[in-house]
């Protein structure tokens, strides 16, 4: 009996590696990409993967290890929502985390030579791309987001249909929409009003870096729903400075968000910031 054991155990292990070859087996490192890559990360996290996809020379220990500063020897890094802004005392980096990918904005040489442009070249990774290749790097970027107190949340491009109930807004926690609708409200009160009788507003991003204020690069326009004209655009820099702009990309002055926030907090309107926020729809330019 014992011998008819060890035969039927030897044919079950020959017929074993006759159906799945020894070098077919997936290697254990390609299980553990697999395993980061469907891990989640917040979105700080995505936004310093994209900057590190797009700077060969950089890596995320690295990144952790270098002091913050405001001259040209430490490391500039600000949040807004969704967009993201590194540098290093010269040309910044921006990254901005979208539902599925990264799109970094970045300074490019120049084609004469003459110097680097602004905000003139810009790449798209996907999420999953990125968590391969830098998941393992999760532990030294949490270092660099518990630093910058940077946000540890996710999917803060995709903006909310549910009114706070917060009772003021607040520089360090209001969103992109609310932003926009606190624009609104602050510069243009007549189509602050027609956008709510019209069912909200809708909101494109464009490059920036033409103008000559172009804050962190990206260009925001808004007009209410259903409206044929009568939009206005303005750039935010990192430090929440805001630059407006008219017909033929005219700069039309400038204002800070704290003021804008302080505005809309004294005159009781955060009510009606909140509710045309919710109505405010990010569109494909």
């Known amino acids: 009996m014992k011998r008819r054991n060890t035969v039927l155990a030897l044919v079950a292990a020959t017929t074993l590696m006759a159906v799945?070859?020894?070098?077919?087996?997936?290697?254990?490192?390609?299980?553990?990409?697999?395993?980061?890559?469907?891990?989640?990360?917040?979105?700080?996290?995505?936004?310093?993967?994209?900057?590190?996809?797009?700077?060969?020379?950089?890596?995320?220990?690295?990144?952790?290890?270098?002091?913050?500063?405001?001259?040209?020897?430490?490391?500039?890094?600000?949040?807004?929502?969704?967009?993201?802004?590194?540098?290093?005392?010269?040309?910044?980096?921006?990254?901005?985390?979208?539902?599925?990918?990264?799109?970094?904005?970045y300074d490019a040489p120049k084609s004469d030579g003459s110097g680097m442009g602004e905000k003139n070249a810009s790449k798209t990774y996907s999420k999953a791309d990125l968590a391969n290749r830098f998941g393992s790097d999760k532990a030294y970027l949490d270092q660099v987001i518990t630093r910058y107190h940077l946000s540890t949340s996710s999917n803060q491009a995709a903006p909310t249909a549910k009114v706070s109930n917060t009772s003021e807004l607040g520089y360090e926690t209001i969103t992109p929409m609310e932003t926009a609708a606190a624009i609104t409200y602050y510069r243009q009160p007549r189509m602050f009003k027609d956008a709510l009788k019209l069912g909200g507003m809708n909101l494109t991003q464009s490059d920036s870096s033409s103008v000559d204020e172009p804050g962190n690069g990206i260009m925001f326009s808004l007009l209410p729903k259903n409206a044929q004209q009568g939009d206005f655009s303005y750039a935010v820099d990192h430090d929440g400075q805001i630059y407006f702009y008219g017909a033929g990309d005219t700069h039309h002055g400038s204002v800070n968000l704290r003021k804008v926030i302080q505005t809309v907090n004294d005159d009781g309107a955060v009510n009606q910031v909140r509710k045309l926020a919710s109505e405010t729809d990010l569109q494909q330019n």
């Open 20 to 105: 799945a070859p020894v070098a077919n087996l997936v290697p254990a490192s390609n299980l553990v990409m697999t395993a980061q890559a469907s891990a989640s990360y917040n979105d700080s996290e995505y936004a310093l993967m994209g900057y590190l996809a797009l700077d060969d020379s950089m890596t995320a220990k690295k990144l952790a290890k270098i002091r913050s500063s405001k001259d040209s020897v430490g490391i500039l890094l600000h949040q807004r929502g969704n967009h993201y802004n590194i540098g290093f005392g010269a040309h910044d980096t921006t990254m901005i985390v979208n539902a599925n990918d990264v799109t970094v904005l």
